[in-house]
């Protein structure tokens, strides 16, 4: 009796046991599929794309021959937009969280900014583009013009530069904020001074990485009319302009497979200057992360 | 006489020192006061934007409805803008099959990623996993698009002969793909913030590790858990460069996965790169659509936010 009751528990904690085991394989196979996907999309992309990868198809312009076809009108429209994007997004996304952190009072006007801008980062991007649609291109009279897409971007990133923002002054060690008081700096000294050079290298990452994101970012800009052929360079903030993602998708669109090629040459380079982009920031972080 | 001059000028001297004084703390001052008014206008361009979308959509849609009635567009199951037919079903149809098809890909994988990461992996295993799966999350949307449309819709057709070049599985899948990271990597956080204490009991009592993850760490981390996945939902309803690629532009009301369809995102698109000119139903129908795409997303996103604040543990 006694035995039989041994045995079966015996038997119940080897099925428990067992059962950790296989589900514990299951887990590990579930986090692999993620990781399975990112490979064969790299593989994908660097085996279609790498043919048609050369300095002819840098810097040439759109094309209607695939061979032809190249991406400098594409990298060039990037980085200008990108120009515009940092200098208003940088800007109004610091300020904003050093009035949070450091002046807003406890009260309801904060607690609604604070949660608008929560809001915000949800709202899809394409909405983002009916908003720049409306203001820049139409109502100021802009234009699908490179300051319209990059008023658009500017504000769809902005959340996450505010955020990235607040929390690295928010880490800036209470101490050194008084030490600085204690030697009768004014407010705005001790911002300026202290708080901010010590929470530089957060806001700096923080907007690496959003800017990262509006460079590969196409849908908000396809509303706000970035041309998708385009033979020559903006020279003006009022000038047309195509970026990176929207020549890729362009040429994704075309039904013959050569130009999936030439996408996927595009693809590599726009991945080739995310991962530096991400790579910096890294380096930003891994350098200054210490020691207050 | 010499002596005076220097007195003079050393009492000219101090009297223009403090007016000097005077004049740069009066600066400072200024600055002072001024500096937060500035910061405050810039805190106040977020709330602006909020108001400018919220602007636009209704003054938009209000036009778009004094042309189209309400409750033709939310009730009929047309949606053909070129021929007249203004039924947002098909559309709402395909945004929500889209959702569907990604949500069944990502929260299981998710879900499973972020109870390995958390229980099972050892800290240097979850240190450098965690962030290759964020990778996931910053590669842009085109790029999947393309991936989606060469890759996998290719290596559904081996399974499925008879799969369109466009088709709402292969969209699906890869929005999936895109939002596992999200799932993962915020329930896992819900996870870490489990205390070890709750685990250490249970383990006393002789749960084994299965056991301590079901019948304590998820229960625990359940509200995060769930906001993780309502967040990923609300970005797949928004995604908008993956379906437009892969899914197809056949506004069509159908749950069949193998056909292709038109989500709200890519009408927008297509409607915005095709010839539509200013003031047309068709340009006034990109804002009605995108008005009840915000308003899908922001009812998820309040919903997130409500879980996670509702029934947040505190231990």
Request: with cysteine; aromatic share 12%.
């Amino acid at each position: 009796m006694l035995g039989q009751n041994d045995q079966s528990i015996q038997s119940r904690m080897q099925g428990r046991v067992l059962l950790n085991k296989i589900l514990m394989v299951l887990f590990l196979l579930a986090t692999t599929v993620g990781l399975v996907f990112l490979v064969l999309l790299f593989y994908r992309v660097l085996t279609q794309g790498i043919g048609y990868l050369s300095w002819d198809y840098i810097t040439s312009f759109p094309a209607p021959f695939p061979q032809e076809a190249g991406i400098w009108a594409g990298i060039v429209g990037s980085v200008f937009l990108m120009v515009i994007v940092a200098t208003f997004s940088v800007i109004i996304g610091v300020s904003t969280a050093i009035y949070l952190e450091e002046y807003a009072g406890k009260n309801k006007f904060t607690d609604f900014v604070r949660v608008n801008i929560q809001n915000l980062a949800g709202v899809p991007s394409i909405v983002f583009g009916l908003l720049g649609l409306t203001f820049f291109v139409y109502m100021f009279q802009f234009g699908y013009t490179l300051i319209a897409g990059g008023l658009t971007m500017a504000l769809l990133i902005l959340p996450v530069i505010v955020v990235a923002s607040q929390e690295s002054i928010r880490a800036v060690p209470a101490e050194i904020k008084e030490a600085s008081y204690g030697m009768g700096a004014t407010k705005w000294q001790t911002i300026r001074r202290v708080i901010l050079p010590a929470a530089i290298p957060g806001i700096l990452t923080g907007a690496i990485i959003a800017l990262s994101r509006a460079i590969g970012e196409t849908a908000p800009l396809i509303i706000v009319g970035a041309a998708t052929a385009i033979y020559t360079l903006p020279d003006s903030l009022l000038a047309r302009y195509t970026v990176m993602p929207i020549q890729i998708y362009k040429w994704t669109g075309r039904p013959q497979e050569e130009w999936q090629f030439v996408a996927g040459a595009g693809i590599i380079i726009l991945l080739a200057v995310l991962l530096l982009m991400n790579s910096i920031a890294v380096l930003i972080r891994n350098k200054y992360q210490r020691r207050l | 006489m010499d002596k005076g001059l220097q007195s003079d000028r050393n009492q000219l001297n101090v009297q223009e020192l403090i007016e000097n004084n005077k004049r740069k703390t009066s600066i400072g001052a200024k600055i002072e006061r001024v500096i937060p008014w500035f910061l405050l206008l810039c805190a106040i361009v977020s709330v602006l934007t909020t108001l400018g979308i919220l602007f636009t959509l209704l003054r938009e849609s209000i036009g778009f409805f004094s042309d189209v009635s309400i409750w033709d567009f939310y009730t009929g199951t047309e949606w053909s803008p070129w021929s007249g037919s203004y039924g947002v079903a098909p559309l709402i149809g395909g945004t929500l099959l889209i959702t569907l098809i990604a949500t069944i890909v990502a929260v299981p994988l998710g879900l499973m990623s972020a109870i390995f990461l958390s229980e099972y992996a050892s800290d240097k295993v979850r240190r450098i996993i965690k962030p290759v799966l964020e990778v996931l999350a910053g590669i842009p949307t085109v790029v999947y698009g393309y991936f989606a449309l060469t890759f996998i819709t290719p290596m559904f057709q081996g399974i499925i002969p008879d799969l369109g070049i466009f088709n709402a599985l292969s969209g699906g899948f890869v929005v999936g793909i895109m939002i596992i990271p999200m799932v993962a990597s915020l329930s896992e956080d819900a996870m870490n913030s489990v205390p070890n204490a709750l685990r250490e009991g249970a383990y006393g009592l002789g749960a084994t590790k299965l056991e301590v993850v079901f019948k304590v760490v998820l229960p625990a981390a359940f509200s995060g858990i769930v906001a993780s996945i309502v967040l990923a939902i609300s970005r797949a309803i928004g995604e908008t460069m993956i379906v437009t690629v892969a899914a197809g532009a056949t506004p069509n009301l159908t749950f069949n996965p193998t056909e292709s369809i038109q989500t709200m995102t890519a009408f927008i698109v297509q409607a915005a790169t095709g010839d539509t000119s200013f003031g047309s139903t068709i340009y006034y129908s990109l804002y009605a659509v995108g008005m009840t795409l915000f308003v899908f997303t922001l009812i998820m996103n309040l919903f997130a936010q409500y879980i996670s604040r509702k029934f947040r543990e505190e231990y």
